[in-house]
């Protein structure tokens, strides 16, 4: 075979890489606003509060110094840190497990009824489309200890209510039930969604398996196939219950007596009425921390289990 | 046919959604150790009849005898039967043997024997588990799943996770077996395979087995005998050779066959001889009227005067050759052997012949009508 026929590679060469060039430039172009956008609100801030976590920066200050893991030593010391941490857990642990077992309970009962699906899932929905801050004011006045409907409710019964808002034993409890509020209509919403992907195939086979009651339907088929729901709204719901805030802010202010203050509170306590900056992203880091990892534990250890396959 | 102790007898069985009735008075019988399959187009009903047997649905009206036991009050769980459903329904948590073992665990174990860590403690489960045990590994070993039981149905190929429905389905020895569409999500290599399985595993377990599907080719090869169904009603129940040669109805013969039969517009004259456009043929016929004239692709033939048509497209199949023709306002289709292909292009006028004994003759009402055909001599007069 001779030489010439083939096509010669070399020539071909620049003008195909002319083309690549051209594509990749306008692929940058294309990107760039995304990419901008990205570094300057979102990477560039939290590495700004990481590099200030390990400083002693204060606002108006002329100077900062660096002071390495000195923050994060004085955290380890701070009661009102320390309480504010176990705090967050405690409202974490009740409200997490009370939103997710109500709102699965709640979508069950809805999935099976015959009629007011969507009337339900509104009402249940509302909490979540509602402003908290406005709705913290209503649950003021429902928690009130004297004029509050609950109190005046539990003494026709002849029991003394306790001051739910004012008292450090109850004040977490109540705030705990407020979130439950709040999420339980999400998670509703999440479940219904679920509940109605499982296949109706496999309630049939589990009806001709021999399954006669409710809760071994549940047991065989609802709650293995709602698996990979449960653990979206799991994860969810805890990095909700971490970030509570607005409640806290507008209902107590952390009282009385510290007794209310949540991990976010302390943030914005620190940063915005003290003025320590370099504290107060301290807290944030461990804020992160404590997202990240609830996501790894839920992404790497739970996914195994519920997605099957 | 009178079903046997062990078989299903359904009478008169009606389902209704609202206005709208699916099943119009449905009557069947599978005898002990029969495969029925019942073959209809989508929304015929087929599947409302499936699951009312099994106990899934509440008929309106009718009754439901399995194993010469009426059940038709009685839910899924109390009826003996199994089934396999089209998306295969495994649980997806469960291992291969725990999804064969499900219905026997939830027929011999107590609610607390199961509970997962505390169970196994109950007095009387090590011997009941050890029994399941065994007989799971008899299942799966009769459907070459033995080196399976410990994988998930997700790690599974369709037709592995078919044959775990199979087993999980047969492992109780049920008195009906019900199979609804269960190689629809197959490729087609493997749904031609798995039927002569299925058919295997029927043989050997003995039991009445309904079969639904929408595929005639797997009614027609697989089943003892084929029930049609159309809009509710069962249309014929007879063996696949009588449904094809000897079709009840001119929509069990439209509907069994492939191509579709060939039908023509024809009326019986006043002394009952059949015409075709005013030309008698040798065939009588009791009574006068219009008929419809039905014809397999098989039983047309080319001829010197007949029929006239004109072709259209030649298709050729390997095996057969499709002639596909019109006369008149009729589309035809003629199958001949390969090797009698006419040197005949396409718009070629020719004639069509074909032996009268193989003619359906169809009422108005779409019912078959009696015919006898006129030796040739006796059409001369």
Known sequence: MSEARLPNPAAAAPARHHHARAEAIAAWALSLPAILAYVLMLLLPTLAAVALAFTDYELGALGFSWIGLGNFAELLHDRGFLQSLGNTVFYVGVVAPGSILGALALALLIEAGSRGRTLFRAIFFLPVVSLSVAMASAWQYLLHPTIGPLNALLREVGVAGPEWLSSSEWVMWSLAGIGIWENIGFNLVLFLAGLTAIPREMYSAAEVDGVASAWERFRLVTWPLLGPTTLFVLTITMIRAVRVFDTVKVLTNGGPNRASEVLIFSMYQEGFTYFRLGYSAAITLVFLAIVLALMWLQTRVLDKRVHYG | ?381
């Open chain 2, 1 to 381: 046919m009178g079903a046997g102790v062990s078989g299903i007898a359904v009478e008169g069985l009606t389902r209704r959604y609202g206005e709208h009735a699916v099943l119009k008075g449905v009557s069947l019988e599978v005898a002990a150790g029969e495969f029925v399959a019942l073959v209809g187009p989508s929304g015929c009903g087929k599947s409302t009849l499936m699951r009312l047997i099994a106990g899934i649905d509440a008929p309106d009206a009718g009754r439901i005898r399995i194993g010469g036991r009426d059940v038709t009050p009685l839910r899924a769980a109390a009826r003996d039967v199994a089934m396999v459903f089209q998306s295969y329904a495994l649980y997806p948590h469960l291992t291969v043997a725990q999804n064969i073992a499900v219905p026997l665990a939830m027929r011999r174990l107590s609610a607390w024997q199961r509970l997962p860590l505390l169970g196994p403690l109950l007095p009387g489960s090590r011997a009941a588990g050890g029994h399941i045990a065994a007989e799971v590994q008899q299942a799966a070993e009769a459907l070459g799943l033995a080196a399976l039981l410990d994988r998930r149905p997700g790690q599974l190929s369709g037709g592995q996770r078919q044959r775990v429905a199979l087993a999980r389905a047969l492992v109780r020895h049920p008195a009906a077996f019900l199979m609804d569409e269960p190689l629809s999500n197959l490729d087609a290599a493997l749904r031609v395979q798995t039927r002569r399985e299925i058919v295997d595993i029927h043989r050997r377990a003995g039991c009445a087995t309904l079969y639904v599907t929408h595929d005639q080719a797997e009614a027609l090869t697989m089943a003892d005998r084929v029930a049609v169904m159309q809009a509710g009603e069962l249309l014929q129940v007879a063996s696949p050779q009588a449904i094809y040669d000897d079709p009840a109805d001119l929509r069990v013969a439209t509907f069994i066959g492939s191509p579709r039969i060939n039908t023509l517009a024809a009326e019986a004259d006043l002394e009952g001889r059949v015409r075709i456009g005013g030309v008698p043929l040798r065939l009588l016929t009791p009574a006068p009227g219009p008929l419809t004239l039905a014809l397999r692709p098989e039983h047309l033939t080319l001829a010197e005067k007949g029929l006239p048509a004109r072709l259209e497209t030649v298709e050729f199949l390997g095996e057969s050759l499709l002639l596909h023709l019109r006369a008149g306002a009729s589309p035809l289709v003629l199958r001949l052997p390969p090797e009698q292909r006419p040197r005949l292009a396409a718009g070629a006028e020719v004639f069509l012949g074909f032996d009268p004994s193989r003619a359906l003759l169809f009422g108005p009402d779409g019912k078959r009508r009696p015919a006898c055909v006129l030796r040739p001599e006796a059409a001369l007069v």
